[in-house]
């Protein structure tokens, strides 16, 4: 018998304590070539047994009854199906924050928090994080960009648009789950019902080919919204969308920065150009690829 049969059965032999069932499927994600196994198989025992980090260590000798056996299981094998840890338990911390996420948007990654410190990098460049800033937030999705920006600058007021009306509502539920009643949402494709202006823009926009998600890793072409992910036949159609509006939205002086996919960086400065506005050397994120590209509007 599997382990995976075993831990799936209504009812065991022999003793299985939380220990045990964070050991053995930390195996089996290993076997299954997991990139975390380990993390992942601490925070799903975790969740199936609404235990904290600190009460799974206290609890590690607690016998699982069959329930809770079967509960760790379900859990496990969606893992094993490469469906995202976060998306499992709906939650993803960025930037600190603990965002709910759904199948309606992208689940935050580390490498995205680079569009937050370019942004915040650029303020304090023209600035002062205490100004009451104008903030726009094109494809929001869980809002993360926007909500991590806003508890960094406490007299902002921003605005995120997606074309997403499920993706909106979990970005409203994290906007008050957070306390942030100085965000607003708009249901509408980047900046189409948006008005101006705006000190600061900031994006996430579509960004893959649309022949190379195929093939993307499965945990994000099985599971993220395609809507997120397609940035057309060169990748480039969300940022085309952004320049034929930023420069109209943007406040003199005003700053907008994007994420950018692989090897992106020079087309989408040449784009930003080509509207007046003026990019400045991509910051990169902590492997060092290019990540953000910010431009200012020209005086």
């Known amino acids: 018998m599997t382990l995976l049969a075993a831990t799936a059965m209504p009812a065991r032999a022999t003793a299985f304590t939380v220990a045990d069932a964070r050991r053995a499927w930390t195996a089996e994600f290993r076997t299954a070539g997991l990139d975390s196994p380990e993390l992942d198989a601490r925070i799903l025992v975790g969740h199936a047994l609404r235990l904290d980090h600190a009460a799974l260590a206290a609890s590690a000798a607690r016998i699982l009854d069959p329930a809770e056996q079967s509960a760790v299981a379900a859990l496990a094998y969606r893992r094993l199906a490469h469906e995202p840890v976060a998306r499992i338990v709906g939650v993803k911390e960025f930037w600190s924050l603990d965002l709910r996420v759904d ?66 509502a979990v970005a409203r539920a994290n906007a008050r789950c957070l306390g942030l009643s100085r965000a607003a949402f708009v249901a509408c494709d980047m900046a189409a019902a948006l008005h101006g202006p ?59 920065v994007v994420e950018l996919g692989a090897a992106q960086a020079e087309a989408v400065a040449d784009l930003f150009a080509g509207v007046g506005l003026a990019p400045t050397p991509p910051r990169p994120d902590l492997k060092g690829v290019p990540r953000a590209l910010a431009a200012r509007k020209k005086a």
């Open 103 to 168: 199948a309606a948007t992208l689940v935050p990654r580390p490498e995205t928090e680079t569009v937050v410190e370019a942004a915040l990098a650029a303020i304090d460049a023209c600035g002062g994080r205490a100004d009451a800033l104008r903030i726009a937030d094109l494809g929001t999705g869980s809002g993360a960009i926007l909500l991590a920006l806003l508890t960094e600058l406490p007299n902002a007021f921003g605005v995120g648009s997606d074309r997403s009306i499920a993706a909106l």
């Open 198 to 256: 705006f000190e600061l823009i900031v994006s996430n926009p579509p960004y893959i080919a649309s022949g190379d998600i195929a093939g993307l890793a499965p945990d994000v072409r099985l599971f993220d919204p395609r809507l997120a992910l397609d940035g057309g036949a060169d990748g480039l159609d969300g940022y085309r969308a952004i320049v034929a509006s930023a420069p109209a939205l943007l406040a003199p002086h005003g700053v907008i």
